[in-house]
């Protein structure tokens, strides 16, 4: 799959132009939503079940919430996020654009490590209840004996383990995104749920005793809670301990961001602008919307079907519902005769397609993870060149999902705090984004300004966010130590790549810059004399220079000016302008990464054409651990050996290797 689960649209570069995704074959918008229906409908498998263990009865005013959030703030979000984003950067990328420096890639590098979180618990929980499934399938039970021995947990384990296994194997042979696959396994799936749930909504409608039944359990304060229920059971207490559940049931809103990713996909009008195209920009806000109405109303459904259908105890730990609710009406397992059709062979039916559509799900969110770490890491400089290359990463990945599954014990319920938090940052992230994109697009003063909506909204997400860290910290632990691998392996890859030349083009101020740097190209003995204005006029600097290097006046020296702009950019293209003062040469440029690499950069290109140059620097007495310093965090520090240094190792011909002279 070339697109992934949730933020797996971050593959694209923060600075990929209108055309970076002229590439994909475009198609219509219903069937590219349902390559985001692989993951975000396949939580309908557990997420039934996962809000009645945390809600007990609770579980469909808690699931209204739920859908509330959805359509009135996640909705307008992404639209909003879509629209600033048009090519499935997302909402990452919008981040980085409005925070600059090393504190936006910071902030970056936090994310990818949520993002991690999310994408690692979607394989390794999206496996688990696939094997749930399969485990209380009838026809596992015509297993070997030698199998069938071991104990229940162990056999999940295995199986789990297994699928993970396999899903590696996928990504080692190559798998290619196929919509038309996506297309017929969501339609079946979506088919066979609206079947289950709405045979169970019909046979509520004719036996109303088990709606009654679950009403008065909510009324009289038996919610079926772990720990029990509170005294007061009035109706305050049921919408307060509604809106405390519903960040457990989060779970529910993992599809927006897959759902911006795939907007390369999506076909837009014949006329759309490609840096605006709007056409498509509609067609991906008609896709979420649709995709959001129709989970809104599964999850409303099914949640209401599991508390009135399912007896509590099936639902618990040792339950045979557990992770798996609405398998287990569709396998007649109820105690009411739900629909005749219900049984082993409709089950077995429902399961295989739960399997697939899970399966599919893993494979999105492998997807994602292979398509963020290239896309991000080495634009900063900040993973090795073997983390562009499919398989080592997939190996990587998948180890690291056979550790997670082996932390968890393979539990799907266990894994949900950990999924939600994954999920709830990347929305909560999205939210702030975009209340800074909409503030800074506005004027006047700042009651005017502030986007009241978006911010109410974004409150919301992050009081979700930290509501369900504190309630179920596991996300939050698993993340931290993804944050920390990430920042710990990309401080070491920036230290070893620092000494790369990290230059793309130089880009030109006018036409008059061009031409002269095409002339300098071919001056024989050029000299090079780096220069900070302010500090000296050029004439003394210039008589200096001739008076300390021996330099006949006859020498043409070319003073450097360079400034710095952001040195937490690793590729950098830089603007030069060159102007003629007083018959001397002044290359000035602007937006340097690092003054060190410019420099050499310059140096480097004129030998190319030309005699190899001079450059002339004046002595430093920088501290050495602060030179090093600057130069790793600054971009500048010790400028005259770093120069030296990086010349050294990009030209490997002696014949053409500019000299560097410190005096």
């Not at 900063?380 to 060149?385: I, R, T, V, W």
């Not at 990430?486 to 036409?511: C, M, P, Q, W, Y």
Request: hydrophobic share 50%; glycine share 10%.
């Amino acid at each position: 799959m070339d697109v992934g689960h949730d933020a797996a649209g971050h593959g694209d570069s923060a600075h990929s132009g209108p055309g970076a995704q002229a590439g994909h074959h475009r198609t219509f918008w219903l069937w590219v939503m349902c390559l985001t229906g692989v993951d975000y409908f396949s939580t309908l498998g557990y997420q039934p079940s996962i809000a009645f263990t945390a809600a007990g009865a609770l579980a469909p005013l808690a699931t209204v919430v739920l859908v509330l959030v959805t359509l009135l703030g996640a909705l307008p979000v992404y639209c909003h996020v879509a629209a600033s984003s048009p090519h499935g950067q997302g909402s990452v990328a919008m981040l980085e654009r409005l925070v600059r420096g090393w504190s936006g890639k910071a902030l970056v590098l936090a994310l990818l490590g949520f993002a991690a979180t999310d994408f690692v618990i979607t394989m390794t929980l999206s496996a688990a209840d696939a094997a749930e499934h399969l485990l209380h399938n009838p026809l596992y039970q015509y297993l070997p004996p030698s199998v069938l021995a071991w104990t229940e947990e162990r056999q999940l384990m295995a199986m789990t383990m297994g699928l993970i296994v396999l899903l590696g194997g996928c990504f080692l042979r190559g798998f290619k995104e196929v919509i038309g696959m996506a297309v017929g396994i969501v339609g079946v799936y979506l088919t066979l749920n609206v079947f289950v749930i709405g045979s169970g909504i019909v046979f509520l409608a004719f036996h109303p005793g088990q709606f009654h039944a679950w009403y008065h359990d909510l009324t009289s304060g038996n919610w079926h809670l772990e720990g029990g229920s509170p005294a007061n059971h009035g109706w305050g207490m049921i919408v307060l301990l509604s809106l405390f559940y519903f960040p457990k049931l989060a779970l529910g809103l993992s599809g927006f961001e897959t759902g911006v990713a795939v907007m390369p996909l999506i076909e837009g009008a014949r006329d759309d602008d490609p840096r605006h195209p709007r056409g498509r920009i509609r067609n991906t806000r008609l896709l979420l919307a649709t995709a959001a109405v129709i989970m809104s109303v599964a999850l409303l459904g099914s949640s209401f079907v599991t508390a009135t259908l399912i007896p509590p105890e099936q639902l618990g730990p040792k339950g045979s519902a557990m992770s798996r609710a609405l398998a287990f009406i569709a396998h007649g397992e109820s105690p009411l005769n739900v629909n005749p059709v219900f049984g082993e062979w409709f089950g077995t039916i429902y399961d295989l397609s739960t399997v697939v559509i899970l399966a599919f799900a893993g494979m999105s969110a492998m997807a994602g993870l292979l398509n963020l770490v290239p896309q991000y890491l080495p634009r900063y400089g900040m993973a090795p060149e073997w983390a562009r290359a499919v398989r080592p990463l997939a190996i990587l990945f998948t180890a690291i999902n056979l550790l997670v599954t082996w932390i968890f014990d393979a539990d799907v319920e266990a894994q949900g705090g950990a999924y939600a938090t994954g999920v709830l940052v990347l929305m909560s992230s999205a939210a702030v984004a975009t209340v800074i994109d909409v503030w800074r697009k506005r004027g006047g003063i700042w009651i005017r300004r502030t986007p009241w909506l978006f911010v109410a909204i974004a409150a919301v997400f992050i009081y979700t966010t930290g509501a369900n860290m504190i309630e179920r910290p596991d996300g939050l632990k698993i993340a931290s130590w993804f944050i920390l691998a990430i920042l710990g392996s990309s401080f070491v890859s920036r230290i070893k790549r620092s000494t790369e030349l990290r230059f793309n083009r130089f880009e030109f101020a006018d036409h008059q810059s061009h031409f002269l740097w095409d002339s300098l190209k071919i001056m024989e003995f050029p000299v090079l004399v780096p220069h900070r204005p302010g500090r000296r006029c050029l004439a003394d600097k210039e008589a200096n220079i001739r008076e300390r290097h021996r330099l006949g006046a006859d020498a043409p020296i070319i003073f450097i000016e360079a400034q710095l702009g952001d040195p937490s950019e690793f590729q950098q293209s830089p603007e030069m302008c060159i102007i003629q003062d007083e018959g001397r040469f002044i290359i000035r440029v602007t937006r340097c990464a690092s003054i060190a690499h410019v420099l050499a950069t310059i140096a480097l290109e004129l030998s190319r054409f030309g005699n190899p140059p001079e450059i002339h620097f004046g002595w430093s007495d920088e501290n050495p651990l602060s030179a090093a310093v600057g130069f790793f965090l600054f971009g500048e520090g010790n400028v005259p050996w770093r120069v030296r240094e990086l010349i050294r190792k990009a030209e490997p011909n002696a014949d053409r290797l500019p000299e560097v002279f410190i005096g």
